[in-house]
Nanobody
Framework: QVQLVESGGGLVQAGGSLRLSCAAS????????MGWYRQAPGKQRELVAG???????NYADSVKGRFTISRDNAKNTVYLQMNSVKPEDTAIYYC??????????????WGQGTKVTVSS
């Protein structure tokens, strides 16, 4: 039993900042990749940022220079620092993690999502 819980979403003005958190809990042996995805109305879910177990990060071109992904392995938590947000960033943000469970089964898990609304 593994679950991911996101937090930190809300309403923010354009140009402002927001920090999203996602904590994994349950029968975790280790966590490989972690990432943040987002889905806006009428659009497909897209990768925003990802981070490997070694700390290597990648970003969508639309957020490079504005967002930063990080992880705290001791807390099984991944963060997304969102700076200089734009109305186009409005979406539901989901965290994802590839987890090796205590039973030694590797599975991708998803959080329930947290809504980010950027006003102009």
């Amino acid at each position: 039993q593994v679950q991911l819980v996101e937090s930190g979403g809300g309403l923010v003005q354009a140009g402002g900042s927001l920090r999203l958190s996602c904590a994994a809990s349950g029968s975790i042996f280790s966590i490989n990749k972690m990432g943040w995805y987002r889905q806006a109305p009428g659009k497909q879910r897209e990768l925003v940022a990802g981070i490997s177990s070694s700390g290597s990060a990648n970003y969508a071109d639309s957020v490079k220079g504005r967002f930063t992904i990080s992880r705290d392995n001791a807390k099984n938590t991944v963060y997304l620092q969102m700076n200089s947000v734009k109305p186009e960033d409005t979406a539901i943000y989901y965290c994802n993690a590839r987890i090796l469970t205590i039973e030694l089964v590797t599975t991708d898990y998803w959080g329930q999502g947290t809504k980010v609304t950027v006003s102009s």
